[in-house]
C-alpha cells in the first residue's frame, strides 16, 4: 500500500479543502481499505468524514427521513422508525455484507463503493474503469454476475450497493457539499451508466461531499429481496425493491383489485440501481394480477442485452418481480 | 511500488481489554496488525485480510468490527476488545463456557473471531436489532436457528463447526429469547433506553 497522510477534518469546510491533489473521502473504510490493499486505490491522504456531524437520522413532521452520510449501515436498519415506515430499506441494509461490516460501513460510503468486477479488483488486469483505455475483458472474460441492462462497449460493471437499489425505488434524493455551496441531486440523477466513461460511477464532481441522503415518506407495504450464490453474505446476481398499494376487492382466489401506486427497482443488473419506469407505467392502474405483473416484468426487461454467461438474469429478474408483485399484493 | 513515497506515522491511544495504549503507527497499519505485530494480542487471526472470512473479529468501542479493514489511525481514542479481554477475573465468559461445552471448536483458528462475535450479536439481539431473515423487521427478534446463523455469517469456519457454534450460541441466547417473548420485559427495555 502506498503510504498517505491521514487527516480528520473538524468541519465540513476543513473537508472540502483537504480534498484535493489525490486525496479521497474515508468512510467506515469497509471498500477504500480493501482496494488500497489491492492496489486499486492509491490515494496520497485520506480525509476521514465519518466523525462530521452527519450521524443522525432525522424524521420530518411530513415523516421525510434525513439520513446523515456518517450514519452506520447499522444503525439505519435497527432505526425504529425505518423499521416501522420502510421497511424494505431496512430490508436491504440487513441483506448487504456481514454484521461486522454493516457496524462500520457509513451510508455515505455505501453509494459510493467501487464495483465489485473482479478485473477491476485486479491491478494486474486491463479495465476501462481502473484505467481509462486499457479495454473491457469482462465482456469476453468472466461476466456471468454483470450488468445485463445499460451498459457500453466500455464497462459492463454492476453496482454493487443493495441499499442504493431501495433508494432508487423510494424516489430518494443526495444532498452533497461542493466547494461552491450545496445541492441536491435526485438519486436516478445520482449514479451513472458507463456510456464511455466507465471510470466516473456517479455525478459527483470532483471533491464534493455526500451529506445526507433525503427519502419521501411512503405510504405502501415494500419489500427488498435479493438472489445470491450463497443464503447470506453475498453480493445480488439480482434484486428488486418494491412497493405496492392495490385498491378494490381482492376476492378469495387471490385475483381482483387494481395498482394504484407502485415503485420498482432492480439491482445487480446495471451500471446503477434500475429504476422500472416501465414497468411501474404498465402497472399503474391495472388490474393487480399475476398476467399484469408478468406483463410488466416483460415490458422492462425488453431493454435487456445479455452478454454470453449472464443471460439466465433476464427471467430471475422477471420472476422476482413477479412473485415480489404477488407477495406485496397480499400485504396491501 | 513509488520509491519517493515514504512511510507516514501518526500517534494514536487505544485502550485494548481496559488499559490503555499510546503508539505510534504507520498511517497504513490495520487495527489487525497493531493488535498482533505490536501489542503481542495474537488471538485475533489474519484469514483473508478482506473483510470477508471474520477471523479478526474484535470489539471496537463496544461493536463486532473486522479489525483487518479497520486503519488503526482512524480509531485513535477507540476502545478494543479481543478474545484475551471476553474472560474476566480468571473466569470464562458466557459464550466461551458454552462453545467448550458445545464442541464448537476444531483447529481453533476462526474460533477467536467467533467468539467476540457471537458476544456482540447477543447484544444486538437484545437491543432488538433484526437481520435479513427477520419476517418482519418492525418487531423484535427471535433467536431461531435460522436468525443465529444468518447473524454469524460473517465469520466462516474452515473446519465446518458450525453445529456446535450455533448451539453454543442458542444456548446463550435463552435468557434474550424469553425477554423477547415477554412484552413487559420489552416495554421495559424501551423505557430504559428513552432514560438514557
Ligand atoms: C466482504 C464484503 C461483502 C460485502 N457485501 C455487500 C453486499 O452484499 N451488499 C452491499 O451493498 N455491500 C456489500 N459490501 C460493501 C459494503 O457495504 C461497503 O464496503 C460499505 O458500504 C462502504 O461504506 P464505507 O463507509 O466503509 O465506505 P469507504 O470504504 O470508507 O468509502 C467508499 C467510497 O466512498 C467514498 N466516500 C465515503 N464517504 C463519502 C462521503 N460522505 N462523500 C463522498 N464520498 C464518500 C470514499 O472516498 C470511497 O471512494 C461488502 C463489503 C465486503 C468487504
Ligand atoms: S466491466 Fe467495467 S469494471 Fe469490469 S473489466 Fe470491464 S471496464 Fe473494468
Ligand atoms: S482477516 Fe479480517 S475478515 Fe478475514
Ligand atoms: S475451527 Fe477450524 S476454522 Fe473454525
Redesign the interface.
Known amino acids: ?6 487527516e ?1 477534518p473538524a468541519n465540513v469546510a476543513d473537508a472540502l479543502e483537504l480534498h484535493r491533489d489525490g486525496a479521497l473521502y ?1 468512510g ?3 471498500n477504500l ?2 482496494l ?2 489491492l ?1 486499486v486505490e ?1 490515494p496520497t491522504r ?1 480525509v ?1 468524514v ?1 466523525r462530521l456531524p452527519y450521524g443522525e437520522i432525522e424524521v420530518r413532521p411530513d415523516g421525510t427521513l434525513v439520513i446523515g452520510a456518517a450514519v452506520r449501515n ?1 444503525d439505519l ?2 432505526d ?1 422508525t425505518v ?2 415506515t420502510h ?1 424494505m430499506l ?2 436491504a441494509v ?2 448487504g ?5 454493516r ?2 460501513a457509513t451510508v455515505g460510503g455505501n453509494l459510493l463503493q467501487r464495483t465489485r468486477c473482479s478485473y477491476f479488483q485486479d491491478a494486474s488486469k486491463p479495465c476501462n474503469k481502473r484505467e481509462p483505455g486499457t479495454g473491457c475483458p469482462a465482456r469476453e472474460g468472466e461476466h456471468h454476475n454483470l450488468a445485463i441492462l445499460g451498459h457500453s462497449p466500455e464497462c459492463v460493471a454492476t453496482h454493487p450497493s443493495d441499499m442504493a437499489v431501495a433508494l432508487a425505488a423510494l424516489d430518494a434524493s443526495v444532498r452533497v457539499r461542493g466547494r461552491d455551496g450545496e445541492r441536491t441531486i435526485p438519486f436516478e440523477e445520482f449514479h451513472r451508466l458507463p456510456g464511455g466513461e466507465p471510470e466516473r460511477d456517479s455525478n459527483l464532481r470532483d471533491g464534493d461531499l455526500v451529506t445526507a441522503v433525503e427519502v419521501p415518506p411512503l405510504a405502501m407495504p415494500s419489500r427488498y429481496r435479493k438472489v445470491r450464490e450463497r ?3 453475498a453480493f445480488a446476481l439480482v434484486s428488486v425493491a418494491a412497493a405496492v398499494r392495490t385498491v378494490g376487492a381482492t376476492v378469495p382466489d387471490g385475483e381482483g383489485g387494481v395498482v394504484r401506486d407502485v415503485r420498482l427497482a432492480l439491482g445487480g443488473v446495471a451500471h446503477k440501481p434500475w429504476r422500472c419506469r416501465r414497468a411501474e407505467d404498465v402497472l399503474r392502474g391495472a388490474p393487480a394480477d399475476e398476467e399484469t405483473f408478468l406483463r410488466a416484468a416483460e415490458a422492462e426487461l425488453e431493454a435487456a442485452e445479455p452478454l454470453r454467461d449472464n443471460a439466465y438474469k433476464v427471467p430471475l429478474a422477471r420472476n422476482l418481480i413477479v412473485r415480489t408483485l404477488l407477495d406485496l399484493r397480499e400485504a396491501s | 511500488m513509488d520509491s519517493e513515497a515514504r512511510p507516514v506515522h501518526a500517534d494514536v491511544t487505544l485502550t485494548v481489554n481496559g488499559s490503555e495504549r499510546r503508539l505510534r503507527v504507520d498511517t497504513r497499519s490495520s487495527l489487525l496488525d497493531v493488535l498482533r505485530e505490536t501489542l503481542g494480542l495474537t488471538g485475533s487471526k489474519k484469514g483473508c485480510d478482506h473483510g470477508q472470512c471474520g477471523a479478526c473479529t474484535v470489539l471496537l468501542d463496544g461493536r463486532r468490527a473486522n479489525a483487518c479493514l479497520a486503519l488503526a489511525v482512524a480509531h485513535d481514542g477507540a476502545e478494543v476488545v479481543t478474545v484475551e479481554g471476553l474472560a474476566a477475573d480468571g473466569r470464562l465468559s458466557a459464550v466461551q463456557e458454552a462453545f467448550v461445552e458445545n464442541d464448537a471448536f476444531q483447529c481453533g483458528y476462526c474460533t477467536p473471531g467467533q467468539l467476540c462475535s457471537a458476544t456482540a450479536m447477543l447484544d444486538e439481539a437484545r437491543a432488538g436489532w433484526p437481520s435479513a431473515v427477520t419476517a418482519d423487521v418492525s418487531r423484535d427478534p427471535f433467536l431461531d436457528d435460522a436468525e443465529i446463523r444468518e447473524r454469524m455469517s460473517g465469520n466462516l469456519c474452515r473446519c465446518g463447526a458450525y453445529v456446535g457454534i450455533v448451539a453454543a450460541v442458542r444456548d446463550v441466547a435463552g435468557e434474550t429469547n424469553r425477554a423477547a417473548r415477554d412484552p413487559g420485559a420489552v416495554a421495559e427495555r424501551i423505557k430504559e433506553a428513552s432514560r438514557t
Do not use: K
Open positions: 500500500m502506498r503510504p498517505f497522510v491521514y480528520r474515508l467506515g473504510g469497509t481499505v480493501d488500497m490493499r492496489g492509491e485520506l476521514d465519518s447499522s436498519a435497527a425504529r423499521r416501522e421497511p431496512a430490508q440487513l441483506m455484507a456481514s454484521g461486522q461490516i457496524n462500520q443464503a447470506s453474505f
